[in-house]
């Protein structure tokens, strides 16, 4: 059974950095594409980051190059997404997904599977 639980969100400063974590069970990391989306109170889902299946391409939303960074561990079957300067703007829960298809990179209807996600306030 396929399953993806996140962790690390959590209420911080403006400044501050965070570790977001998606175990994953059911597959291996390196079979699929794994990617980080999240919501804002109001606002739909947005793409945030992605890893190929083969760790080769990662893909980050085009405003948010500079602060994101997502990994894994694939002895572990973590995923991570790393944020650092977070802003109050980055407020949103965090959701980890993954596809075994082709479809569009930053689209969520590409992802078969994901998570509940974690929160992660920023506070100013």
């Known amino acids: 059974q396929v399953q993806l639980v996140e962790s690390g969100g959590g209420l911080v400063q403006a400044g501050a950095s965070l570790r977001l974590s998606c175990s994953v069970s059911?597959?291996?990391?390196?079979?699929?594409?794994m990617a980080w989306f999240r919501q804002a109170p109001g606002r739909e889902k947005e793409f945030v980051a992605a890893m190929s299946w083969s760790g080769s391409f990662i893909y980050f939303t085009d405003s948010e190059q500079g602060r994101f960074a997502i990994s894994r561990d694939n002895a572990k079957n973590l995923l991570y997404l790393q944020i650092n300067s977070l802003k109050p703007e980055d407020t949103a829960v965090y959701y980890c997904?993954?596809?075994?298809?082709?479809?569009?990179?930053?689209?969520?209807?590409?992802?078969?599977?994901w998570g509940r996600g974690t929160q992660v306030t920023v506070s100013s």
């Open positions: 059911g597959f291996a990391l390196d079979n699929y594409r």
């Open positions: 997904a993954a596809t075994n298809g082709f479809g569009r990179v930053k689209n969520m209807d590409a992802y078969n599977f």
